[in-house]
């Protein structure tokens, strides 16, 4: 989905092409051990209507909803978009708030490496030369969490401009846990530390947004100012939780 029009750009020029369409499992998606294990080449459409992720991660299966149209969701695949690491994809928010991992093996080695240390850079991932995206690892979700992804979509690509995923859970009016994954602003996806300990700590979800994106940089191009993101994202942000805490029980 993403390395044909780079070809056509020049802006990619690989000796060889490899097709992984006919290696066995990798679109397989399964629950296991208290975790629902994706296989790199499962589509967005077979995750966003997985019974398995429906009902054991919907933070997911709700992002991936989200993703392209209909075309780009039959086709395009969680190993390929997580492998390319497009600041402005849609998964990396989900999976670093659902706190993913990424399973890679090479001929020689296999290793997992969590989401957080995985999206390093624009286009950049802790893959070593060699490795390939084998699976994603989801923790089962609490049944009694609530979530949500929240998107601002470039009207041409479909992109994210900003995009948030969040998930918490209740102690009667207290949250208990709060993740929050943000995709779009900056150089790659991160999560909202400082906001979820704020959260935790017992501040409102207005003084736990007013801090999102301390530390980073935002990007800035002819559709949105590096300000504009960071008030998209603070915005989104408060809508994402705000949908999250009302379905949480």
């Known amino acids: 989905m993403s390395l044909i029009p ?9 000796e060889e092409v490899v097709d992984l369409g006919r290696v066995p499992g990798l679109t397989s998606i399964a629950e296991s051990s208290g975790a629902v294990r994706i296989g790199a080449m499962a589509t967005h459409h077979s995750i ?8 054991h991660c919907p933070l997911l299966a ?9 075309q780009v969701r039959n086709v395009g695949t969680i190993g390929g978009a997580v492998a390319h690491a497009d600041p402005a994809a849609d998964y990396p928010a989900a999976l670093l708030a659902l706190e993913a991992a990424i399973r890679l093996v090479s001929a020689n080695s296999a290793r997992t490496v969590a989401a957080a240390g995985f999206f390093l850079d624009a286009f950049t991932t802790a893959i070593e030369p060699g490795e390939i995206v084998l699976e994603i690892d989801v923790p089962v979700e609490d049944q009694n969490e609530g979530y ?6 470039h ?10 995923a969040a998930r918490v859970r209740k102690n009667g009016r207290r949250i208990s846990m709060a993740r929050i994954g943000v995709t779009g602003m900056a150089a790659h996806a991160f999560r909202a530390l400082a906001a979820e300990r704020l959260l935790e700590a017992g501040a409102s979800v207005s003084e736990a947004c007013a801090t999102l994106g301390e530390g980073e940089t935002p990007n800035s191009d002819l559709y949105a100012s590096a300000d ?4 998209l994202a603070r915005v989104h942000a408060a809508r994402a939780l705000a949908t999250a805490l009302s379905r949480a029980s």
């Not at 780079?6 to 690989?14: D, F, G, S």
């Not at 966003?48 to 009902?55: K, L, P, V």
């Not at 504009?228 to 008030?231: A, T």
């Open 62 to 70: 709700e992002t991936a909803a989200h993703i392209g149209d209909v």
């Open 6 to 14: 780079l070809m056509k750009l020049r802006l990619a020029t690989p």
């Open 48 to 55: 966003e209507t997985s019974s398995a992720i429906r009902a």
């Open 228 to 231: 504009y993101r960071l008030h």
């Open 155 to 164: 009207p041409a690509s479909g992109f994210a401009v900003v995009g948030v």
């Open 148 to 153: 949500c992804y929240e998107k601002v979509a």
